[in-house]
C-alpha cells in the first residue's frame, strides 16, 4: 500500500506529464525502470511529443483531473489534485469564452470612449479665460452621458468599465476644464460612486474584464482605475468620504 508521501510524489509526476507542473523532480525517480514508462525511439524528437503527446493531453486535461479527484484513500494527495483542478477549470472556460465577447457591448463601449473624448475636447480651440468660463458646459454634457450610460447598461462589468472610459477622457481634459470638472462640479464622485456600485454588485463569473478592456485601451484596466483614483482623490481633499477614492482600489483588486 502507498503511502501518502510516496502517492503524493507518484501523482505530482502524473500531472507533470500533462503539463501542470513545471518540472519532474528527482523524487519520481523510482518510475525510471517502470514498464508503463514508453521507451524513446530515433523517430521521437521534440516536435514528434509536441504534436503527438501533448497535444492529446491538452484535450483531456480537465477529464483526467476530475477522474484523479476521485481518489479518497489519500486526503492530501485528492486536496492538491482538486487544487489543480480547479486552477485549470477555470483557465480552460476562460480561454473557451475569450473571442466570444459581445462586440455589441464593445461597440458601446467605444461609441462613450468616442462622446466623452469629443465633450472634453470641445474648448481645446478656445483660449484658457474662455475655456474656464464654458466648463460647466462641458460638465453638464459629461453628466448627461453618465445618466444614459446608467439607462442603456447591459451589467454592473459595463457600467464599471464604461465609467472608467469616461475617468480616463476626462483626466485629459485642458487644465481649465479639469479644474472645474473635479474641482466645482465635483464630477470625480459622480465617477466613483458609480464604478463603486458596479463593484459591489458585480458577477465575477459573467465577464474576464481584461477581454473588454484590451478593445478600447493597451492598458491594464486596473492600472487605468488605480491612476483614476489616485488623481481624483487629489481634486478633491474635502470630500467627507474620501475614503471613496482608495476603497475602490481594494475593491476592484477582488476581481483582477
Not at 50 to 71: I, P, S
Request: charged residues 25%.
Amino acid at each position: 500500500m502507498m503511502t501518502s508521501v510516496s502517492s503524493t510524489r507518484f501523482l505530482k509526476y502524473i500531472l507533470s506529464l500533462i503539463g501542470m507542473t513545471n518540472t519532474v523532480n528527482s523524487s519520481c525517480s523510482f518510475l525510471t525502470d517502470s514498464t508503463c514508462v514508453i521507451q524513446k525511439e530515433d523517430y521521437m524528437d521534440e516536435k514528434y511529443y509536441h504534436e503527438r503527446w501533448h497535444d492529446w493531453m491538452g484535450r483531456y486535461k480537465l477529464a483526467f483531473c476530475q477522474l484523479l479527484t476521485t481518489v479518497d484513500e489519500y486526503p492530501q494527495v485528492s486536496d492538491v489534485i482538486q487544487g489543480h483542478y480547479r486552477h485549470y477549470e477555470k483557465n480552460f472556460y476562460r480561454k473557451k469564452k475569450k473571442g466570444k465577447v459581445d462586440d455589441e457591448v464593445i461597440s458601446e463601449l467605444i461609441s462613450i470612449q468616442e462622446q466623452a473624448q469629443k465633450i472634453v475636447h470641445a474648448l481645446d480651440q478656445l483660449r484658457p479665460s474662455e475655456q474656464f468660463a464654458r466648463a460647466s458646459d462641458v460638465a453638464d454634457h459629461l453628466l448627461n452621458l453618465s445618466r444614459l450610460t446608467l439607462l442603456h447598461t447591459h451589467s454592473s462589468a459595463f457600467t464599471l468599465l464604461a465609467f472608467l472610459v469616461i475617468a480616463e477622457q476626462s483626466m485629459d481634459a485642458p487644465s481649465e476644464v479639469r479644474q472645474h470638472l473635479f474641482y466645482h462640479a465635483k464630477f470625480g464622485r459622480v465617477i466613483i460612486l458609480e464604478m463603486a456600485s458596479a463593484l459591489k454588485n458585480f458577477n465575477r463569473s459573467s465577464v474576464h474584464l481584461q477581454e473588454y478592456w484590451c478593445r478600447v485601451s493597451d492598458t491594464d484596466w486596473l492600472d487605468i482605475l488605480k491612476n483614476v483614483a489616485t488623481v481624483l482623490a487629489r481634486y478633491d481633499l474635502t470630500w467627507e468620504y474620501g475614503r471613496e477614492y482608495q476603497d475602490i482600489i481594494r475593491m476592484a483588486e477582488r476581481y483582477y
